[in-house]
């Protein structure tokens, strides 16, 4: 773990001005708190990643292989010439400043480094350098420096200050994408084995055991056996989930995170409950062991390995033989989903575009990638109305719905949460605008750096969000973030208990099982944390 | 490097510039040397028309022939999913129009830059966000001005009384709509001035934009004062021939290069400082962020749809990885699946055979 958290008065007190130096001339700092472990040998082997050996980033040797520039400038000038994004941000930014202050990081730190138009120039200034006449001659002046080993350790240590959140391409006036740089100056990065423990290490278990967290498969039925209990306990009725099951309609992929830890747990437990209430009409899926896992921490590594990884949920849902496939609430896999999947794994003949079984509408904008969204399925449910809910039962959640990054930014996922929500809550409140829809503000800990750390990173990047939060705490009495993400609820409770304490987070479905009304259900008096339902506190 | 002598060293280079082709203009009329000044006013302009053709045709067919392959559009609004939930058209633009009209909206009216916000953090902590619209205002007023001058200047490129001649005119005419003293201001030209220099002061005292700003940034902004400067200055205080602009410019363009030299001694040194200075703005374009012009349209962030559920992007580089088949997954973990009741494809006495090979996707 890292040292003590500075204090919120320490944290809050940021100097947004840049030093006196150049940014050149300032040396990147790697300190504890603000940075990840570095990845070990073992997962980078399992996955035939080069270079894994250990290593540490706070120590002045990086073991690098002996030609590690060239590794580096190789893997740089294949990439330009692989994607056209990469080309055209190296060339076109103006520097205008659009996005300095957007960044979630900028905004809680105040290095320079943090503004996405710097990031982008860490990058860049070695681009010019090797593809500019102006930057091979000029050098500096020009704003160009040489690939050494300080450059790679800045790299290094801004891009994984970076949670590809791309707000900053909102305001872009060309669209640039720090996401995009990030992810590829990741992969350079991966190319020499430099990734984070927190990523590499999910990374290998999701491609053993089908899941970050490397559940096999007996333990990963034991806990979702473990929710069937608890739910059992809460509201009397025995849900029957199916794994790996041949032949059922639609398969069902949802993070890891959400069958690992709470509040995660209770959001699983919210797709039991709707699972089986949809049963008697007609609701046929599985769950999958193999494919247990919807998030792809690939994604930041680089794309070769989000591809190697995403395609266990195509090879699974073939397997089984399902027609379609249902997505849970997570954010970055739902950028990948959305805008990675049918490219790198598709075309996914084998399936039909999904169409629920119980209202028949057809998912027109799934016809290709035959992937819905969770929120897109029951706010389907809703509109028909098919669900029976007693709304009151959320009466103790004053809520309001953090927007994830990649569902927002990735997708256009914006009114499905907010529907179910407005339908199965009386308590509803927007935080300020510009910081929800398509200007939220991410959680800080996206991207792979939600380790335990870096905790500071996180609260600084978190800032923004808790900031948003706490103003609608305090205005409304908000006591509860709502989301639609795995990561979000493992790192927005530790980020409210600092920033704004008493505000917990929930994930959309487990508002959804407080609220469904069961066939024989005993006298609900708990919701799923077993916390009394408003008004049977007595009880 | 100190942030003060990226500006410095542009001043430099602009002063130089300057000092150079006004001394030289300067010079050859006092001379009476009509070489030298056919060289600034008619050579140089020409082959830094072609370096600017050829470098921008380049720079596009360099990104044109990078492939784009994953649908990595921005969204910015609500995606197309249910009917009953309204898609943004233009944020989230689910149609070949709907693209169009972002990018339309985007060249036109820089509305990006028209979302932009400035972060304040008072006592609390407490973050403010408030809409920020002179980073807006200033690059419209900028790009709108260079364009109504560029399209003005075609007065000089058609004859007298041709279509587009009476068009720009017109142009000319509204520009003109204040009617101050003779020959009448041009409102155009002094908005050109003023947003240039905005930007410039505003790229000197915000504290981060100074910071990024490198000489690449000053130079253009100094260049394009320069140039506008120059321009009204030649209007109305240092003037020029402006008949014997048009003659000169018109001969060039047909080739007609007998008595270029008188012509060329009969305009005035200004025009020569101001159309060297173009004609360096010309040449530096291609190789310089100036090619955002080209950019913006090519920007995958920006140009792609955003219905990639629903149709399948291609990626021209696709290759296949290597992924962990289930057979491995179940071969690993087969009798505690057998042991939890979890379905196998081969129970215990069939795996006597051979693991399964490695597969590629």
Redo the contacts between chains.
Sequence with gaps: MADEVPK?EEM?A?N???PKT????TPAVIRPGMYCYSAKAKPLNIL?MPYGRDWDPIEEDWHLPENWMEIVLEGLHER??????L??FM????????C???CHFF?GSGD?KN?P??RA?LLRSVYRKEY???GKLLG????ARKLTETVLKEWWTYFFQCTEC?RC?????????TA?ITIIGRELLNLLGLNIDWIATPVSNC????NHLGI???AF??MIDFFVDEVEDVTGVRCNPS????GAEILFITPSGDVFADPGTYTAMGYLILFHYLESMGLDITWS??ASEGGNFGFFTS??MM??LN??MY??AK?LGVKYIIGGECGHMWRV????M??????ADHLEVPKSPITG?V???????K?IHIT?FT??LL?HNKLKFDKTRNDNYNLTFHDSCNP?????????PR?IIKEMCNHFYEM?E??I???TFCCGSGSGLNAGEDLELRFRGG??RA??VKHVHEKHGVNTVACVCAIDRAALPPLMDYWVPGVQVAGVHELVGNALILDGEKERTEDLRFEPLAGMEDE | ???WISLI?SLIVIGGLVVGAAGVAGLAQYSHTPELLVLLGVVVPLLAFIAFIVGVIL?VV??GR?????????????????P?????YF??PYTKAGVVGRMAL?VLT?R??F?????E?HD????A?GWQMW?WVF?LAFHYAFLTVFIRHFRFFTEDGSVVFQGVMFLEHLDGFLQLGLPHVLISGFVLLGAATMLLLRRLT????R???????YFPLLLIISIAASGILMRHVIKVDIVAVKALIMSMLNFDFVGIGEKALAIGWMFYLHIFLVSVLLAYFP?S?L??MG??F?????NLL??????????P??YP??????EH??D??RE??I?????VEKTLEETQEAAAPEEK?
């Design positions: 919120v809050a940021i947004h001005t840049p150049g940014w050149m001339d035939s330009l010439h692989k994607f056209r994004s080309q055209l060339d076109v930014c103006v520097r205008c400043g659009a300095a202050d957007k905004i320079p503004m138009v710097l120039e500019t006449l102006a500096k002046m020009v704003g791309r391409s909102v305001f872009c006036p060309y669209g640039i994408d995009e491609y053993r055991t089908g096999q498969p007996h039925k034991d794994f790996n099951r041949k062991t193999y794309h070769e591809k190697r395609a266990k090879m699974e397997r989903i959305h805008q990675y049918d490219t790198m794994n598709g075309p509408t998912f027109q904008n799934a016809a290709s990638t992937m897109e706010a389907d509109r927002s930014r990735g997708m256009g996922l914006l009114e499905e529907y300020p510009g910081t829809r398509e200007q800032m923004p900031n948003a | 490097m100190n942030v060293a720079q360099k990104w990078r492939p784009v392959p994953f649908p990595i559009a921005t969204v910015a609004g609500q995606g197309k999913s249910l009953w939930i309204k898609a943004s944020d989230a985007e820089f990006s830059l979302r932009n916000t400035k972060m953090l609390g902590p407490k973050l966000y980073l690059a915000n504290a981060q934009v910071y990024v700003s490198l000489i690449q940034d190789m962020k090619m955002h950019g913006i090519l920007s995958p962030t920006r955003c219905n990639s559920r629903e149709f399948r992007h291609v990626n580089w696709n990885v290597k992924v962990h088949t289930y997954y179940e690993e973990f505690r699946m042991e939890a009741g979890l379905p996707e």
